[in-house]
């Protein structure tokens, strides 16, 4: 019988799948590194969530064959090293675009209306805040989208025709001419700050991406601009972001994922007016939950039975 060792939680429905199936489910009981290293010994699969799994943990997995993305992002994952030692690494595509489509589109309505700034005030006696703060309308404005694969066509769609704004998208991986026609492709990343009135985030973090979304290009935004990173934390800088808050060289932010999770509850970040922030959770609907856990559930059938999975990240030698 063959062992799948799930250490975060995920939606039951991933669990009734293996067992379903025959397999030996083992729920870790932590999810640090030492922790792994110690459940892993003797698993032939791993359904993984966010822990890092390094060289060093996934060489402890001795019978170790699968280590299956719950999602899209696998920068917790040593891929490299996992192909070395002959474990496959497969992840979920699409699952979750929806979810975070709709909650990138959330944080920006929220910015634009001023919800960080209005939340408390009426139990707080300031009534006449909405004097002072007079919203933002978003229609007939300019949405850049930083990588437009899954998550960022999707949101560009419900942006376009909810919000009727126009819609700019950078993504040196992909074809120009096959993208909708409500898209207009930019060369470079200083044209599509120049030109956005938001810049919504939507690409992997790794070393090309890491630190991405500098000081400069924040400057170019502009004090009217708002930025919101519903992708990985690290593509634009804390630090950099807090700076450019407090000191309003661009309008708001809002950010679903952070440098380090979860982020210090004093993070200067959270003392601002004019930032918002999310743990972490913009594709954790019950449906893409759902999915995600099943289809990682389905990449580990599919290894542990000689298939290819539906979305191998590496190549493992057979």
């Given at each position: 019988?063959y062992?799948?060792?799930?250490?975060?939680?995920?939606?039951?429905?991933?669990?009734?799948?293996?067992?379903?199936?025959?397999?030996?489910?083992?729920e870790?009981?932590?999810?640090?590194?030492?922790?792994?290293?110690?459940?892993?010994?003797?698993?032939?699969?791993?359904?993984?969530?966010?822990a890092?799994?390094?060289?060093?943990?996934?060489?402890?997995?001795?019978n170790?064959?699968?280590i299956?993305?719950?999602?899209?992002?696998?920068?917790?994952?040593?891929?490299?090293?996992?192909?070395e030692?002959?474990v496959?690494?497969?992840?979920?595509?699409?699952?979750?675009?929806?979810?975070?489509a709709?909650?990138?589109?959330?944080?920006?309505?929220?910015?634009?209306?001023?919800?960080?700034?209005f939340?408390?005030?009426?139990?707080?006696?300031?009534?006449?805040?909405?004097n002072?703060?007079?919203?933002?309308?978003?229609?007939?404005?300019?949405?850049?989208?930083?990588?437009?694969?899954?998550?960022?066509?999707?949101?560009?769609?419900?942006?376009?025709?909810?919000?009727?704004?126009?819609?700019?998208?950078?993504?040196?991986?992909?074809?120009?001419t096959?993208m909708?026609?409500?898209?207009?492709?930019?060369?470079?990343?200083?044209?599509?700050?120049?030109?956005?009135?938001?810049?919504?985030?939507?690409?992997?973090?790794?070393?090309?991406?890491?630190?991405m979304?500098?000081?400069?290009?924040?400057?170019?935004?502009?004090?009217?601009?708002?930025?919101?990173?519903?992708?990985?934390?690290?593509?634009?800088g804390?630090?950099?972001?807090y700076e450019?808050?407090?000191?309003?060289?661009i309008?708001?932010?809002?950010?679903?994922?952070?440098?380090?999770?979860?982020?210090a509850?004093?993070?200067?970040?959270?003392?601002?007016d004019?930032f918002?922030?999310?743990p972490?959770?913009?594709?954790?609907?019950?449906?893409?939950?759902?999915?995600?856990?099943?289809?990682?559930a389905?990449?580990?059938?599919?290894?542990?039975?000689?298939?290819?999975?539906?979305?191998?990240?590496?190549?493992?030698?057979?």
């Amino acid at each position: 019988m063959y062992k799948v060792l799930i250490p975060e939680e995920i939606d039951h429905a991933g669990w009734d799948y293996l067992e379903e199936r025959g397999y030996q489910v083992i729920e870790g009981s932590a999810y640090d590194s030492e922790t792994i290293k110690r459940e892993i010994a003797d698993v032939d699969a791993v359904l993984a969530r966010g822990a890092d799994y390094t060289r060093e943990v996934i060489a402890a997995g001795k019978n170790l064959k699968v280590i299956a993305r719950h999602g899209v992002g696998i920068e917790h994952i040593d891929t490299k090293a996992a192909e070395e030692l002959g474990v496959q690494v497969a992840n979920v595509l699409c699952a979750n675009s929806n979810a975070v489509a709709e909650h990138t589109m959330m944080l920006m309505l929220m910015l634009a209306k001023y919800v960080p700034i209005f939340k408390n005030c009426i139990p707080e006696g300031q009534w006449d805040l909405r004097n002072r703060y007079l919203t933002h309308e978003l229609e007939g404005k300019t949405l850049g989208i930083i990588g437009v694969g899954a998550v960022g066509i999707r949101t560009a769609k419900k942006v376009h025709y909810g919000l009727d704004m126009k819609i700019l998208g950078y993504d040196p991986y992909i074809d120009y001419t096959k993208m909708p026609d409500y898209i207009e492709g930019v060369h470079t990343l200083d044209e599509l700050f120049e030109r956005s009135d938001v810049i919504t985030i939507h690409c992997p973090l790794n070393e090309e991406t890491r630190y991405m979304v500098t000081p400069a290009l924040l400057e170019k935004l502009g004090p009217k601009g708002y930025l919101i990173n519903c992708a990985r934390g690290g593509i634009v800088g804390e630090k950099d972001l807090y700076e450019a808050l407090k000191n309003h060289v661009i309008a708001g932010a809002a950010i679903d994922s952070y440098e380090q999770e979860p982020p210090a509850p004093d993070m200067p970040l959270f003392t601002l007016d004019n930032f918002w922030g999310t743990p972490h959770h913009a594709g954790l609907s019950k449906k893409a939950s759902m999915a995600c856990a099943t289809g990682a559930a389905k990449a580990i059938d599919d290894v542990l039975h000689g298939r290819e999975p539906q979305y191998p990240v590496n190549h493992p030698k057979k």
